[in-house]
């Protein structure tokens, strides 16, 4: 007769088994799920490998996906270069190696005004010359510029000379000589030629002494001085890919003579400078009164506004002041890549990441690669790009990210497939 009771008991142990083998194939099918779905999306096979959204890539490049909740950029997935942790739990190790980067110097070129109405006089004494003279002085004396470099040009350019009849042109009787008493070269090559070139390493001395010599008289022709300044700056950004060039404009008075030259068309000379592949932006400093015009000019050079020094103030500080305030906004939000290590040999542009720090604070957070790496796909919420794809120098930082970082600092992690912003909608 059989023993029902050892059946039973039999039945039970099968039963058990039975369902442990059942939890841990659902286990392991949970746990395969969680890693082919990182941030609620399937990972998607192709040529470039898989992506994954607000998680780490793998096998290719990456897509952000969640946002923190200071500045709108995603928090960093990686903070010492080790593993690549995503938001949806997910993980995925891989080696890597993070750097300061450092921030491309820059270089001022100073465009000045030194037509003969910058001899009018100005509350609290001296001419607007003395006043403007002093303070670039000061500024390019000032420690803090040390490793800024510096150049000058000045407008109009005058000719030594000139012939009777010439508008402008005054002629002692009799001995025939002439003098130029109004006016300047319209001639956009002459201004092509600073007074005192950039120089590496800075020679602020010469651009001061240069200041110090410099004699003021005729006309106001901004249009071509300023369009041959900026193609001298285009040709020194193209020498020197690793700095980034910018003008200062300063003037006291609309344009006048050396049609065209109304303030519109020195706006736009400053655009196309703007949208050149070197992107040289133009400050603008106003000195005077009347002068909201150059409001246009400094917004075309994406600047936003022009700095406007009242003669009635003091003319010294406000300039001065003026000049710190484009030291502080101009600095540089293009970052040289650091060598990953050394013996690594060339660096693989899919696998860097950047993530910035704040001023003021110690927690690094991820701004991903503009999508496709693409420049025009920068956007409110930021992102970054390289000045060449194919063998990139530079890492830029897109206008809203740069905005954000203010004297903050960037990493550059070499390793990890680079984190890319998804697709514009």
Partial sequence: MPNFTLIRREIAIVVAFVGLGAVATLSCSQ????????????????GAGNRSH??????????????????????????????????????????????????????????????????????????????VSSALTGFLEDP????????????????SSCTKGQPGCFCIPLINLCFVTEGGSCDVSDYATPAVKLALPSQPAAVVSDINGHEIGGGTPTRPALEG???YLSEWANQHPERKPLL??????????????????????????LAGPNAIRTFVIGVGSSLVSLNLVAQAGGTDHAFLVDTGGDVAKEFGDALDQIRGTASSCDFSIPDASAGTGSIDPTKVNVSYVRSGSSTPAQVPQTFMGDPKNCDASGGWYYDDPKSPKVIKLCDATCRS??????????????VEQPPPR
């Fill in 248 to 273: 200062v404009l300063a003037t006291d008075g609309e344009p006048v003579g050396c049609e065209p030259n109304t303030p519109q068309d020195v706006a736009d000379v400053a655009a196309r400078a």
């Fill in 144 to 159: 803090r510029n040390a490793d800024t470099g510096v150049g000058i040009g000045y407008f109009p350019i005058v000719p």
């Fill in 31 to 46: 746990s395969a799920e969680g890693e082919s779905q990182v941030g609620g999306s399937s990972n998607t096979s192709g």
């Fill in 405 to 418: 970082l203010n004297a903050g600092s960037i990493q550059v992690e070499f390793g990890c497939d680079t």
């Fill in 229 to 231: 300044a900026l193609q």
């Fill in 54 to 131: 607000g998680g780490a890539a793998t096998g290719g490049v990456g897509h952000a996906g969640g946002v923190s909740a200071t500045g709108g950029l995603p928090d960093l997935a990686v903070s010492d270069g080790g593993a690549l942790e995503g938001d949806a739990g997910a993980s995925a190790v891989c080696s890597a190696e993070v750097r300061e980067g450092q921030r491309v110097p820059i270089d001022m070129y100073f465009l000045v005004d030194s037509s003969g109405s910058m001899g009018d006089s100005v509350s609290g004494g001296g001419s607007k010359w003395d006043t």
